[in-house]
């Protein structure tokens, strides 16, 4: 069959997220792993100073640079240089994009198993999130409401785009389950551009799905100085996904003095003490979750 599809795997988007990085390694020494009958995937390390300094980014989250407005201005720091040259590679950003599929290798330090991100306006890609489930039941899916031209992540200048964000793993860490559940979904996901070339992925019509949507994130508490003066209350702690409702112990301060959920409704937690978060000082992210359905195409 002809080569058809351009696939491209990415690791090393944050720099001190070093699973994707190996994975994409092991991938680059053994491309039959990348191989499946309708193409051979590409691989791409983004940031290899973040990379070499074991850091998330140097001057700005490389992950958040791949906006229109950004990638039509003049750059403005060393991520912003990498992400022209990146989307001139293997853009240009559109639905008109050479590079049909971009997968992204990611790691959080949170109790999050294996999540996949998607676009509400990508539908082959939510395809591909219910694909890998089916695959992986304990998988759970992001859809995102964000406009391609305002998507800030890497793999948006790809036609279809999937993000992989797998933990708990510190930061600059290897742990051989998060890697080895990465390198399947990531296998899945390949199969999965290959079953839909030859008509062949098997997805019921309609297909339903549960997914959650973020709503925003919350800060940790602060003083009166900004300054950071507590942490996710023990109940929480490691308990990604959880239903939380008002009154619910949320954090703790210093002193171990209890602060509650002050939200008018109850809603799902992610990224529960995500340590890429304390630059900005935020704790965690509120989810929605509901059960959608869709039609196949
Ligand atoms: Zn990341």
């Not at 680059?28 to 791409?44: G, I, K, V, Y």
Request: aromatic share 8%; with cysteine.
């Amino acid at each position: 069959m002809a080569d058809s599809q351009r696939v491209l795997v990415v690791g090393g988007t944050h720099g001190n997220e070093v699973t994707g990085v190996h994975l994409v390694r092991r991938l680059q020494r053994n491309p039959q792993e990348l191989t499946r009958d309708s193409f051979t995937a590409q691989t791409l390390l983004a940031n290899l100073p973040a990379m070499a300094a074991n850091r998330r980014y140097l001057e700005q989250d490389l992950n958040r640079c791949f906006t229109a407005a950004l990638l039509n201005s003049e750059p403005q720091n060393g991520e912003q240089v990498l992400a022209h040259e990146i989307n001139e590679k293997y853009g240009p950003k559109g639905a008109d994009s050479p590079t049909d599929w971009i997968i992204d290798l990611h790691t959080t330090t949170a109790n999050m198993g294996v999540t996949l991100v998607v676009q509400q306006h990508d539908p082959q890609a939510v395809d591909m999130a219910l694909y890998v489930q089916q695959k992986m039941p304990d998988v759970v899916i992001f859809d995102e409401n964000c406009t391609r031209d305002e998507d800030p992540f890497l793999c948006s200048i790809g036609q279809h785009s999937m993000l992989i964000e797998v933990g708990p793993v510190p930061q600059g860490l290897l742990r051989w389950d998060v890697f080895e559940q990465t390198a399947r979904a990531l296998a899945h996901a390949l199969d999965f551009i290959d079953l839909r070339a030859r008509g062949e992925d098997s997805l019921p019509s309609p297909r339903q799905a549960d997914m959650y949507q973020f709503i925003e994130k919350l800060h940790l508490p602060r003083d009166e100085h900004g300054a950071i003066c507590g942490m996710i209350h023990p109940e929480l702690q490691d308990r990604d996904y959880r239903e939380l409702s008002p009154g619910d112990p949320i954090f703790i301060s210093v002193d171990g003095e209890t602060i509650p959920f002050d939200y008018p409704e109850s809603v799902h937690v992610a990224f529960v003490n995500e340590a890429a978060y304390y630059d900005q000082a935020h704790g965690l992210s509120l989810m929605r979750k509901r059960t959608v359905s869709w039609e196949g195409e």
